[in-house]
């Protein structure tokens, strides 16, 4: 599968992912606390999960840029020590303002993360792996969301909320030494691995920046990307307190059930990028962006689908299994959007483009928790809320079927068709 060689690379970015997403996680499981110990209204608690997405959006982009200046290497070491110190930071909150502001600040820190890893990536992996790669390296993420209530929620009920911050900040700051210390940003021999099928999408000559940030390859991957964000970060954020303010719940069984939906999203990212390479290569006749298309057009209505029906359902039980179904098709198409980058941009745009993309896809983290809070303290359910989600990813799913294409390198701002309809 992956060399000895290269089998550092991928853990350190797994406990990256792990790390992200145990870090921004905590606060939608302490939410419940923090709400009644701050006085915060549904209203103000979405508006505090939204800031997060302010500076991390903004950072996707910076970050994505930074890698490809400075090295990707280094920009994750900066960026992790910055989103721990905020992360640590949320214990010193003492109301609405302050703790928005240390979410914008942790949101920034923490924006590097995936254009980093899909630069990384980039550098140690031949095309046939780059999807396989990118799903193992983020399926830490998922990861990180199921052991964030178990550990956040008991040392909540044990101890107190802000105890949990502290710890989280720690772990990321040994993360942080470790890396610096042993990893490489490329390897010390070129990659050797010869393609066994057509992969030559991304064009080879140097390409302006600007010339990407106009296609509609692009803009309607991460179109599809945004309804990819906007059903994850509803279900990071609102999830936990619609399982104790709407079913019923108490924290600790709250903390527990957050727990299922992870791990089948943990799953479905790790197996992703593998099933996209393994269509890749039978396809191969086909087409590079056909394999990546079949894998996000199904799984992403799939997804849509199942967080619709769960806002209509009448039990628990049907609720958590529909979202834990939703995410697990979810995240199957987490590789996916980062594959279609590396397969259609040149290697040194890379970082730029993918945050560039990940910058549009993350303002869904702006609107759609201030949205949620809005909804529900407006109706008093979240029923709304799980159709919105819905029927965005479906017209998403539509738009990646009409307009990513292989794009044609040059002067101009074209782009041609598929060599197969899809």
């Not at 799903?135 to 105890?163: D, E, H, Q, R």
């Not at 303010?245 to 943990?266: D, H, N, Q, Y």
Request: hydrophobic share 55%; aromatic share 14%; with cysteine.
């Amino acid at each position: 599968m992956f060399s000895k060689g290269k089998l550092p690379i991928i853990i350190m970015l797994f406990l990256a992912g792990v790390i992200n997403y145990l870090d921004r996680s905590a606060l939608s499981i302490a939410a419940p606390f923090i709400q009644d110990d701050l006085t915060l209204s549904a209203t103000q608690m979405g508006l505090i999960f939204s800031s997060f997405s302010v500076g991390y959006a903004i950072f996707n982009f910076l970050g994505g840029m930074a890698s490809d200046r400075y090295g990707a290497k280094l920009t994750l070491f900066v960026a992790m020590v910055v989103w721990s110190l905020f992360s640590g930071a949320i214990a010193l909150a003492v109301g609405f303002v302050s703790l928005m502001v240390i979410r914008v600040l942790f949101g920034m820190g923490e924006g590097p993360l995936s254009a980093t890893i899909n630069k990384m990536v980039n550098n140690w992996f031949p095309p046939t792996q780059r999807a396989s790669a990118i799903g193992v390296t983020n399926s830490g993420t998922p990861l990180g969301g199921a052991i964030s209530g178990p550990i956040v929620g008991m040392i909540a009920v044990a101890f107190s909320w802000k105890v949990s911050f502290i710890l989280i900040m720690i772990i990321g700051l040994v993360w942080a030494v470790c890396w610096f210390k042993f990893v490489k940003e490329k390897p010390a021999k070129p990659m050797g691995e010869a393609p066994a099928v057509k992969v030559d999408v991304a064009p080879q000559e140097k390409i302006p920046l600007t010339f990407y940030l106009k296609q509609k390859t692009v803009l309607f991957t991460a179109f599809a990307f945004f309804a990819y964000n906007y059903i994850l970060f509803f279900f990071l954020t609102w999830f936990p307190s619609y399982l104790v303010k709407e079913r019923g719940l108490s924290v600790e069984s709250m903390s527990v059930i957050t727990v299922i939906p992870w791990i089948l999203g943990f799953i479905g990212l790790a197996a992703g990028g593998f099933v996209s390479d393994y269509v890749f290569k039978k396809a191969a006749k086909k087409g590079v962006l056909f394999s990546r298309k079949v894998v996000l057009v199904t799984c992403l209505l799939a997804s849509a689908i199942c967080i619709g029906v769960a806002g209509l359902v009448t039990t628990t039980v049907s609720a958590v299994i529909l979202v834990a179904l939703s995410v697990f098709f979810l995240y199957l198409t987490g590789a996916i959007y980062w594959a279609i980058v590396q397969d259609v941009v040149d290697q040194n745009n890379v970082g730029s483009v993918g945050g560039f993309m990940h910058f549009l896809a993350n303002t869904a983290g702006i609107i759609g928790p201030a949205l949620t809070g809005f909804i529900v303290d407006k109706t008093g359910t979240f029923s709304g809320a799980f159709l919105l989600a819905g029927g965005l990813a479906v017209f998403a799913s539509l738009t990646v079927i009409r307009f990513v294409r292989p794009i044609i390198s040059g002067t101009k701002d074209r782009s041609v068709n598929d060599s197969v309809s899809f």
